[in-house]
């Protein structure tokens, strides 16, 4: 079965409640238990001193005037920003600064993110979320590791993830959903356990860009956070872990995603309602299709669209392949609005890590 069948598969019966099983056991039967219980234990040593505490980055970016922007920040530890050591530094704080620094507002940002989240934890986040936000005007989620680690059923987690954006949309907010990163970039994961994650990663993010599309609300594609980078250049882009991003990997993807929260915001940029360009891969077509193209590309934004009046074509809903300009944003220092409201520290599980991928991977299926 394809990514695109397999990703249409599990959003349509999440839709309707049902199950799939476990992520991957069968790829992880085939490959044979002693194996990937090796690998278990050489990510274990191989994995640096987990990163457990993450800045509390609520408040208020920019000092501009006008009527604030509200965002909320849901998801696991790279939402909460394990790995950071200031407020600024994470990925919901960068892109506060820059939609305050575009528009000339404020933003006040709330984050309920919880480091080791998974994606049936979004529920309890999104009531707290509205609770002290309660009409955000955009939310953004980033979900999806530790599903991948903990091998849960790739339908509940997706089930959930299409609740959470239902709700948010019902509460007003416009939705953008950073999908799960590939795993396989992680460098004390080695072959076979790496091509196991990149699978499990890379379908359910395919899966989840389709639930989200159908819910109403848009992704981006995180892939291995953003491009070559994190690949070429671990010691920058990875912190002190080896697993959760530094704050230059945390910059990196923000850029990615700044474009598409201003989007959903509806503000003016020269990426702002133009036609999409062929010759750069965007395009029109079934949102399974372009969920495919997304993982396969970093950065890439899947939207909901309409063809020739129509919504959906027997594939599913049409969706809208864009790859917005992503230039890098400057660090923290010299370019994001300071945050006005006194620094405190959120702390979090460190159950995200290699070694709970290592090891769920190498448990009987």
């Not at 339908?155 to 907010?173: D, I, M, N, P, Y």
Request: glycine share 12%.
């Amino acid at each position: 079965m394809g990514r695109a069948r397999r990703a249409r598969k599990i959003a349509a019966t999440a839709a309707f409640g049902g199950g799939l099983g476990a992520a991957g056991a069968g790829a992880v039967g085939l490959l044979g238990y002693g194996v990937l219980k090796a690998e278990a234990t050489l990510a274990r040593r191989a994995v640096g001193d987990p990163v457990a505490d993450a800045p509390d980055d609520d408040g208020r970016y920019g000092s501009g005037l006008g009527e604030p922007f509200r965002m909320l920040v849901l998801g696991d530890s790279s939402a909460a920003g394990v790995g950071c050591q200031r407020p600024e530094q994470t990925m919901g704080a960068i892109i506060a600064g820059g939609v305050a620094a575009l528009t000339g507002r404020p933003v006040d940002l709330v984050n309920v993110a919880v480091s080791g989240a998974k994606s049936p934890d979004l529920d309890d986040q999104v009531v707290l979320g509205l609770q002290r936000l309660p009409d955000p005007d955009v939310a953004m989620i980033f979900i999806g590791a530790n599903d991948v680690t903990h091998r849960l059923d790739r339908v509940l987690a997706v089930g959930h993830l299409s609740e959470a954006v239902t709700v948010l949309r019902a509460a007003g907010a416009e939705i953008v959903v950073g999908t799960c990163p590939d795993l396989g970039v992680v460098r004390p994961i080695a072959p076979p356990l790496r091509q196991i994650a990149r699978r499990w990663s890379r379908d359910l993010a395919a899966a989840q860009t389709v639930a989200v599309v159908e819910a109403g609300g848009r992704t981006v594609s995180l892939g291995d956070l953003i491009g070559p980078d994190f690949v070429q250049r671990p010691q920058e882009m990875f912190s002190i872990d080896r697993f959760h991003p530094s704050p230059a990997g945390y910059a990196r993807a923000a850029s990615a995603m700044l474009p598409s929260v201003c989007a959903a915001l509806g503000l003016t940029s020269v990426d702002t309602g133009r036609q999409p360009d062929r010759r750069r891969g965007e395009g029109v077509g079934p949102v399974s299709h372009a969920a495919v193209r997304a993982v396969r590309d970093p950065g890439t934004e899947v939207s909901a669209t309409d063809l020739g009046g129509q919504k959906r074509s027997r594939a599913g809903r049409w969706a809208l392949l864009l790859r917005r300009h992503r230039d890098q944003i400057p660090e923290p220092d010299d370019a994001t609005p300071a945050k006005q409201d006194s620094v405190h520290t959120r702390s979090g599980s460190a159950e995200d890590s290699a070694a709970g991928l290592a090891d769920r991977a190498g448990e009987r299926s």
